[in-house]
Protein backbone atom coordinates (compact mmCIF):
# COMPACT_ATOMS: atom_id res chain seq x y z
CA UNK A 1 0.00 0.00 0.00
CA UNK A 2 1.22 3.61 -0.57
CA UNK A 3 2.07 5.23 2.30
CA UNK A 4 0.72 8.71 2.84
CA UNK A 5 3.02 11.78 2.61
CA UNK A 6 4.00 14.13 5.30
CA UNK A 7 5.81 17.37 4.61
CA UNK A 8 7.27 18.71 7.90
CA UNK A 9 8.72 22.49 7.43
CA UNK A 10 11.32 24.53 9.98
CA UNK A 11 12.16 27.52 9.79
CA UNK A 12 15.03 29.50 10.36
CA UNK A 13 14.26 30.43 14.02
CA UNK A 14 13.12 26.69 15.04
CA UNK A 15 16.23 25.10 14.54
CA UNK A 16 18.83 27.94 15.13
CA UNK A 17 20.04 29.16 18.57
CA UNK A 18 19.75 32.51 19.88
CA UNK A 19 23.22 33.53 18.02
CA UNK A 20 21.61 32.70 14.95
CA UNK A 21 23.72 29.22 14.63
CA UNK A 22 22.15 25.82 13.91
CA UNK A 23 21.04 23.88 16.69
CA UNK A 24 22.44 20.41 16.51
CA UNK A 25 20.35 19.45 19.84
CA UNK A 26 17.43 20.22 17.64
CA UNK A 27 18.89 18.61 14.23
CA UNK A 28 19.63 15.06 16.35
CA UNK A 29 15.93 15.17 17.68
CA UNK A 30 14.56 16.13 14.51
CA UNK A 31 16.30 13.32 12.91
CA UNK A 32 15.31 10.83 15.49
CA UNK A 33 11.81 11.26 15.20
CA UNK A 34 11.74 11.43 11.14
CA UNK A 35 13.60 7.93 11.69
CA UNK A 36 10.26 6.68 13.74
CA UNK A 37 8.36 8.38 11.05
CA UNK A 38 9.71 7.45 8.14
CA UNK A 39 8.65 3.65 8.57
CA UNK A 40 4.60 4.55 7.67
CA UNK A 41 4.98 7.49 5.90
CA UNK A 42 6.96 9.45 2.97
CA UNK A 43 7.98 12.63 4.36
CA UNK A 44 9.47 16.21 2.68
CA UNK A 45 11.89 17.86 5.18
CA UNK A 46 11.38 21.82 4.17
CA UNK A 47 14.22 23.35 6.00
CA UNK A 48 15.40 26.74 6.15
CA UNK A 49 18.85 27.60 8.04
CA UNK A 50 21.00 28.17 5.29
CA UNK A 51 21.53 31.66 5.32
CA UNK A 52 21.94 31.44 9.41
CA UNK A 53 24.50 28.73 8.61
CA UNK A 54 26.52 30.79 6.10
CA UNK A 55 27.02 34.01 7.39
CA UNK A 56 28.75 33.67 10.18
CA UNK A 57 31.60 33.15 7.76
CA UNK A 58 30.92 36.60 6.05
CA UNK A 59 32.69 39.72 7.02
CA UNK A 60 30.57 42.52 8.33
CA UNK A 61 27.53 40.48 7.62
CA UNK A 62 24.77 43.19 6.99
CA UNK A 63 22.04 41.06 5.52
CA UNK A 64 21.88 42.82 2.09
CA UNK A 65 20.20 40.72 -1.26
CA UNK A 66 23.76 39.24 -2.61
CA UNK A 67 24.96 39.13 1.43
CA UNK A 68 22.21 36.36 1.86
CA UNK A 69 22.63 35.05 -0.96
CA UNK A 70 26.13 34.40 -0.66
CA UNK A 71 25.55 33.20 2.94
CA UNK A 72 23.40 30.76 1.33
CA UNK A 73 25.75 29.47 -0.59
CA UNK A 74 28.06 28.55 1.82
CA UNK A 75 25.13 27.88 4.17
CA UNK A 76 23.63 25.47 2.08
CA UNK A 77 26.34 22.59 1.97
CA UNK A 78 26.58 23.26 6.52
CA UNK A 79 22.87 22.55 6.53
CA UNK A 80 23.27 18.92 4.40
CA UNK A 81 26.10 17.81 6.30
CA UNK A 82 24.67 18.79 9.72
CA UNK A 83 21.41 16.84 8.77
CA UNK A 84 23.53 14.05 7.09
CA UNK A 85 24.95 13.64 10.34
CA UNK A 86 22.26 12.99 12.74
CA UNK A 87 19.73 10.89 9.91
CA UNK A 88 23.01 8.17 9.79
CA UNK A 89 23.01 6.81 13.01
CA UNK A 90 19.39 5.66 11.99
CA UNK A 91 20.83 4.46 8.58
CA UNK A 92 18.91 6.87 6.90
CA UNK A 93 20.32 8.98 4.00
CA UNK A 94 19.03 12.70 2.57
CA UNK A 95 18.84 14.29 -0.46
CA UNK A 96 19.06 17.97 -0.92
CA UNK A 97 16.64 19.76 -3.46
CA UNK A 98 16.88 23.18 -3.95
CA UNK A 99 14.13 24.75 -5.51
CA UNK A 100 13.08 28.12 -7.29
CA UNK A 101 9.50 29.11 -8.03
CA UNK A 102 9.41 28.37 -11.88
CA UNK A 103 9.77 24.98 -10.29
CA UNK A 104 5.99 24.97 -9.67
CA UNK A 105 4.44 27.52 -12.11
CA UNK A 106 5.70 25.59 -15.33
CA UNK A 107 3.86 22.04 -14.95
CA UNK A 108 6.19 19.68 -16.47
CA UNK A 109 8.87 20.78 -14.44
CA UNK A 110 7.09 20.61 -11.39
CA UNK A 111 5.95 16.83 -12.33
CA UNK A 112 9.69 16.12 -12.98
CA UNK A 113 10.55 17.44 -9.41
CA UNK A 114 7.58 15.17 -8.30
CA UNK A 115 9.00 12.07 -10.00
CA UNK A 116 12.22 12.53 -8.38
CA UNK A 117 10.85 12.37 -5.07
CA UNK A 118 9.05 9.26 -5.63
CA UNK A 119 11.93 7.87 -6.80
CA UNK A 120 13.83 9.12 -3.97
CA UNK A 121 10.99 7.77 -1.43
CA UNK A 122 11.64 4.27 -3.33
CA UNK A 123 14.74 3.66 -2.15
CA UNK A 124 14.21 5.02 1.07
CA UNK A 125 15.88 8.67 1.06
CA UNK A 126 14.23 11.66 2.46
CA UNK A 127 14.51 15.12 0.56
CA UNK A 128 15.10 17.79 2.17
CA UNK A 129 14.28 21.20 0.30
CA UNK A 130 14.82 25.07 0.54
CA UNK A 131 14.64 27.77 -2.01
CA UNK A 132 17.90 28.10 -4.32
CA UNK A 133 18.48 31.38 -2.58
CA UNK A 134 21.89 31.89 -4.59
CA UNK A 135 20.03 32.10 -8.19
CA UNK A 136 16.41 32.81 -7.09
CA UNK A 137 14.87 36.01 -8.99
CA UNK A 138 13.80 38.66 -6.47
CA UNK A 139 10.45 38.94 -8.26
CA UNK A 140 9.84 35.06 -8.37
CA UNK A 141 10.95 34.32 -5.11
CA UNK A 142 9.08 32.52 -3.16
CA UNK A 143 7.51 34.47 0.02
CA UNK A 144 8.81 32.43 2.41
CA UNK A 145 9.61 28.31 3.15
CA UNK A 146 5.97 28.22 4.26
CA UNK A 147 5.22 28.61 0.48
CA UNK A 148 7.85 26.28 -0.49
CA UNK A 149 6.52 23.72 1.95
CA UNK A 150 2.62 24.27 0.99
CA UNK A 151 3.19 23.79 -3.25
CA UNK A 152 4.72 20.46 -2.08
CA UNK A 153 2.53 19.41 0.00
CA UNK A 154 -0.71 20.74 -2.40
CA UNK A 155 1.09 19.62 -5.36
CA UNK A 156 1.92 16.09 -4.13
CA UNK A 157 -1.14 15.16 -2.32
CA UNK A 158 0.13 15.23 1.03
CA UNK A 159 -2.11 13.81 3.88
CA UNK A 160 -0.66 16.50 6.25
CA UNK A 161 1.87 19.51 6.81
CA UNK A 162 3.27 20.25 9.85
CA UNK A 163 4.93 24.11 10.01
CA UNK A 164 6.79 24.13 13.42
CA UNK A 165 7.87 27.33 14.78
CA UNK A 166 9.91 28.98 17.65
CA UNK A 167 6.38 28.90 20.23
CA UNK A 168 4.37 26.06 21.13
CA UNK A 169 1.19 27.15 18.28
CA UNK A 170 -1.38 29.66 17.63
CA UNK A 171 -1.61 31.80 21.34
CA UNK A 172 -5.07 33.36 21.79
CA UNK A 173 -4.60 36.68 23.65
CA UNK A 174 -3.87 35.54 26.96
CA UNK A 175 -0.88 33.77 25.17
CA UNK A 176 -2.44 30.12 25.28
CA UNK A 177 -1.75 27.46 22.96
CA UNK A 178 -5.44 26.99 20.54
CA UNK A 179 -5.45 23.65 20.38
CA UNK A 180 -7.76 23.62 17.06
CA UNK A 181 -9.01 26.03 14.22
CA UNK A 182 -11.63 24.19 12.23
CA UNK A 183 -11.72 27.03 9.58
CA UNK A 184 -8.99 29.69 9.10
CA UNK A 185 -11.26 33.08 8.70
CA UNK A 186 -10.61 36.30 9.00
CA UNK A 187 -11.35 35.99 12.72
CA UNK A 188 -8.47 33.48 12.64
CA UNK A 189 -5.74 34.97 10.84
CA UNK A 190 -6.65 38.12 13.53
CA UNK A 191 -4.88 36.00 16.26
CA UNK A 192 -1.25 35.98 14.18
CA UNK A 193 0.74 38.59 16.09
CA UNK A 194 2.73 40.99 13.44
CA UNK A 195 6.21 39.81 14.34
CA UNK A 196 8.80 37.77 12.94
CA UNK A 197 12.21 36.77 14.04
CA UNK A 198 15.51 38.22 13.51
CA UNK A 199 17.05 35.01 11.33
CA UNK A 200 13.53 34.32 9.81
CA UNK A 201 11.41 35.72 6.45
CA UNK A 202 7.87 34.39 7.87
CA UNK A 203 6.13 34.35 11.13
CA UNK A 204 2.77 33.23 12.44
CA UNK A 205 0.52 35.57 9.49
CA UNK A 206 2.94 33.50 7.53
CA UNK A 207 2.15 29.97 8.63
CA UNK A 208 -1.36 30.62 8.90
CA UNK A 209 -2.31 31.51 5.37
CA UNK A 210 -0.53 29.32 4.01
CA UNK A 211 -1.89 26.63 6.55
CA UNK A 212 -5.13 28.44 5.33
CA UNK A 213 -3.92 27.45 1.41
CA UNK A 214 -3.67 23.95 2.53
CA UNK A 215 -6.62 23.34 4.54
CA UNK A 216 -9.03 24.32 1.52
CA UNK A 217 -6.84 21.85 -0.58
CA UNK A 218 -7.98 18.59 1.92
CA UNK A 219 -4.48 18.73 4.00
CA UNK A 220 -4.43 19.06 7.40
CA UNK A 221 -1.71 21.68 8.79
CA UNK A 222 -0.59 21.77 12.78
CA UNK A 223 1.34 24.45 13.90
CA UNK A 224 3.68 23.18 16.86
CA UNK A 225 6.43 24.08 18.66
CA UNK A 226 9.34 22.31 17.46
CA UNK A 227 11.27 21.98 20.84
CA UNK A 228 8.41 20.28 22.93
CA UNK A 229 9.01 17.23 23.63
CA UNK A 230 8.51 14.52 20.89
CA UNK A 231 6.72 17.09 19.48
CA UNK A 232 6.96 15.90 15.34
CA UNK A 233 5.85 12.81 16.53
CA UNK A 234 2.65 14.51 18.73
CA UNK A 235 1.75 16.90 16.21
CA UNK A 236 1.32 14.05 13.60
CA UNK A 237 -0.97 12.47 15.95
CA UNK A 238 -2.63 16.10 16.79
CA UNK A 239 -1.63 15.99 20.43
CA UNK A 240 0.47 19.21 20.62
CA UNK A 241 0.14 22.54 18.99
CA UNK A 242 -2.81 23.66 16.90
CA UNK A 243 -4.68 21.75 14.51
CA UNK A 244 -6.16 23.36 11.53
CA UNK A 245 -8.79 20.48 10.02
CA UNK A 246 -8.90 20.08 6.48
CA UNK A 247 -12.12 20.82 4.90
CA UNK A 248 -13.54 19.37 2.33
CA UNK A 249 -12.06 19.11 -1.40
CA UNK A 250 -12.80 17.11 -4.83
CA UNK A 251 -10.61 19.28 -6.66
CA UNK A 252 -8.31 16.93 -8.86
CA UNK A 253 -4.43 16.90 -8.45
CA UNK A 254 -4.32 19.34 -11.72
CA UNK A 255 -6.66 21.76 -10.66
CA UNK A 256 -4.90 21.96 -6.98
CA UNK A 257 -1.77 22.55 -9.25
CA UNK A 258 -3.71 25.13 -10.65
CA UNK A 259 -5.05 27.16 -7.31
CA UNK A 260 -1.94 26.82 -5.63
CA UNK A 261 1.27 26.28 -7.73
CA UNK A 262 1.27 28.25 -10.72
CA UNK A 263 1.90 31.60 -11.30
CA UNK A 264 -0.63 34.09 -11.58
CA UNK A 265 -0.07 37.07 -13.69
CA UNK A 266 -3.53 38.51 -14.85
CA UNK A 267 -6.27 39.68 -12.86
CA UNK A 268 -10.14 40.51 -14.18
CA UNK A 269 -13.16 41.69 -12.57
CA UNK A 270 -16.65 40.49 -13.73
CA UNK A 271 -20.32 40.92 -12.92
CA UNK A 272 -22.38 39.32 -10.57
CA UNK A 273 -23.92 37.38 -13.68
CA UNK A 274 -20.10 35.33 -14.39
CA UNK A 275 -19.36 34.95 -10.80
CA UNK A 276 -22.76 33.28 -10.96
CA UNK A 277 -22.09 31.37 -14.00
CA UNK A 278 -18.44 30.35 -12.66
CA UNK A 279 -19.95 28.99 -9.43
CA UNK A 280 -22.29 26.82 -11.39
CA UNK A 281 -19.41 25.27 -12.89
CA UNK A 282 -19.50 27.44 -16.17
CA UNK A 283 -16.71 28.53 -18.44
CA UNK A 284 -15.93 32.22 -18.74
CA UNK A 285 -17.22 34.18 -21.46
CA UNK A 286 -15.94 37.33 -22.72
CA UNK A 287 -19.51 39.04 -22.41
CA UNK A 288 -19.21 39.19 -18.23
CA UNK A 289 -16.11 40.75 -18.05
CA UNK A 290 -16.18 44.15 -16.36
CA UNK A 291 -12.89 44.89 -16.44
CA UNK A 292 -9.22 43.79 -17.06
CA UNK A 293 -7.02 44.91 -14.24
CA UNK A 294 -3.59 43.23 -15.34
CA UNK A 295 -3.05 41.95 -18.89
CA UNK A 296 -2.33 38.15 -19.79
CA UNK A 297 -1.37 35.60 -22.66
CA UNK A 298 -2.96 32.19 -24.00
CA UNK A 299 -1.62 29.88 -21.53
CA UNK A 300 -1.22 32.14 -18.58
CA UNK A 301 -3.24 31.96 -15.13
CA UNK A 302 -4.75 34.94 -13.68
CA UNK A 303 -6.87 36.25 -11.14
CA UNK A 304 -11.14 36.49 -11.00
CA UNK A 305 -12.27 39.26 -9.23
CA UNK A 306 -16.03 39.56 -8.18
CA UNK A 307 -18.03 42.97 -8.17
CA UNK A 308 -16.35 44.01 -4.69
CA UNK A 309 -12.74 43.26 -5.75
CA UNK A 310 -12.41 39.90 -4.01
CA UNK A 311 -10.76 37.70 -5.36
CA UNK A 312 -13.10 34.16 -6.07
CA UNK A 313 -11.02 32.21 -8.61
CA UNK A 314 -8.58 32.06 -10.64
CA UNK A 315 -8.43 30.22 -14.02
CA UNK A 316 -5.61 29.32 -17.09
CA UNK A 317 -6.46 31.74 -20.11
CA UNK A 318 -7.44 30.16 -23.53
CA UNK A 319 -6.48 33.61 -25.06
CA UNK A 320 -4.70 37.14 -24.93
CA UNK A 321 -6.45 39.77 -23.10
CA UNK A 322 -5.62 42.43 -25.28
CA UNK A 323 -8.15 41.30 -28.14
CA UNK A 324 -10.74 42.01 -25.75
CA UNK A 325 -13.00 44.05 -26.50
CA UNK A 326 -16.59 45.25 -26.98
CA UNK A 327 -17.03 43.07 -30.55
CA UNK A 328 -15.22 40.12 -28.71
CA UNK A 329 -18.25 40.59 -25.98
CA UNK A 330 -20.89 40.59 -28.42
CA UNK A 331 -19.43 37.20 -30.06
CA UNK A 332 -19.34 35.79 -26.59
CA UNK A 333 -15.61 34.80 -26.81
CA UNK A 334 -14.67 32.05 -24.64
CA UNK A 335 -11.87 33.09 -22.17
CA UNK A 336 -11.70 30.03 -19.92
CA UNK A 337 -12.92 26.60 -19.84
CA UNK A 338 -14.58 25.59 -16.76
CA UNK A 339 -12.50 22.66 -16.66
CA UNK A 340 -9.44 25.76 -16.38
CA UNK A 341 -11.08 27.43 -13.46
CA UNK A 342 -10.51 26.88 -9.78
CA UNK A 343 -12.66 28.25 -7.28
CA UNK A 344 -10.83 29.56 -4.09
Known sequence: MKKPIIVIKFGSASITTSKGELDELVVSEIARQVALLHQNYNIVLVSSGAVAAGKKHLQQYGGTLIERKAAAAIGNPLLLQTYSKYFAPFQLAIAQSLCERHHFSNRDQFLQLKKTYEELWKNGIIPVANEN????????????????????????????????????????????????????????????????????????????????????????????????????????????????????????????????????????QVDDGAQKALKARHSLLAVGVKKILRDFEAGEVFEILDEKGIAFAVAKSKLDSKILSSDTKKQNLEIAHADDIVLL
Not at 149 to 164: M, N, P, W
Not at 198 to 224: D, P, Y
Not at 243 to 249: G, H, R, S, T
Open 133 to 268: DVVSNLELKFSDNDELATLIAVGFGAEQILYSTSVPGVLDADGQVIPEIKVIDKEALSLAKKEKSAVGLGGMTSKLNFARLATQMGIKAVIFGVRTQDGILKAVKGETGTVCLAQPCNIPSRNKWLASGSLVTGKI
